[in-house]
T-cell receptor, first 113, second 115 residues
Framework: DQQVKQNSPSLSVQEGRISILNCDYT??????FLWYKKYPAEGPTFLIS???IKDKNEDGRFTVFLNKSAKHLSLHIVPSQPGDSAVYFC????????????WGAGTKLIIKP | DTGVSQDPRHKITKRGQNVTFRCDPI?????LYWYRQTLGQGPEFLTY????????KSRLLSDRFSAERPKGSFSTLEIQRTEQGDSAMYLC?????????????FGSGTRLTVV
């Protein structure tokens, strides 16, 4: 039972364009959502997050949108840069879960020159 | 402080052998987590420590798995009688008091291959 789903295993985007990564969840108890970035041979690093009381959070080139009614969130990267090529994981946590994270399977983003 | 350190980076073992991994968290972090990541999947929660107390264990953590954090600093994860299905990346993360999930710092992981 996958509670967090990233249905696109990979995404290829031209440098300078917008990258949009999607994530769906099923558990309505989730109240906090995060995006992590992972390079090969390294651990995941935190990128951006959003609380369920918001529908948008922006940090520089990165914006996360949350649609609670659709149980869907997306990460927008504008403009995409070569260094953005990595695997992006969507993760969620529920209140009182000891900060335990439930993760999607990841989307490999490839930025083409 | 160089972040969360995991040792070894890679481990190849024969089926049936025991293996032990070590995680050294960031020194002031009192929370420590172990996750397992199999190929093509996201990390899955295994267990959580607050200081030396193991507060939560996933059902993924069978009887063959045991984790300790004896002095509230480093932690070890032992797998007894390894099986091929144990092949995965084992990730450790730590966070400090007052931080939410954004405060996780992950190590680079230990990749286990059971042959």
């Amino acid at each position: 039972d996958q509670q967090v789903k990233q249905n696109s295993p990979s995404l290829s985007v031209q440098e300078g364009r917008i990258s949009i990564l999607n994530c769906d969840y099923t558990n309505s108890m989730f109240d906090y959502f995060l995006w992590y970035k992972k390079y090969p041979a390294e651990g995941p690093t935190f990128l951006i997050s959003i609380s369920s009381i918001k529908d948008k959070n922006e940090d520089g080139r990165f914006t996360v949108f949350l649609n609670k009614s659709a149980k869907h969130l997306s990460l927008h990267i504008v403009p995409s840069q070569p260094g953005d090529s990595a695997v992006y994981f969507c993760a969620a946590s529920a209140q009182d879960s000891n900060y335990q994270l439930i993760w999607g399977a990841g989307t490999k983003l490839i930025i083409k020159p | 402080d160089t972040g969360v350190s995991q040792d070894p980076r890679h481990k190849i073992t024969k089926r049936g052998q025991n293996v032990t991994f070590r995680c050294d968290p960031i020194s002031e972090h009192n929370r420590l987590y172990w996750y397992r990541q199999t190929l093509g999947q996201g990390p899955e929660f295994l267990t959580y420590f607050q200081n030396e107390a193991q507060l939560e264990k996933s059902r993924l953590l069978s009887d063959r798995f045991s984790a300790e954090r004896p002095k509230g600093s480093f932690s070890t994860l032992e797998i007894q009688r390894t099986e091929q299905g144990d092949s995965a990346m084992y990730l450790c993360a730590s966070s400090q008091p007052g931080q939410g999930v954004e405060g996780y710092t992950f190590g680079s992981g230990t990749r286990l291959t059971v042959v």
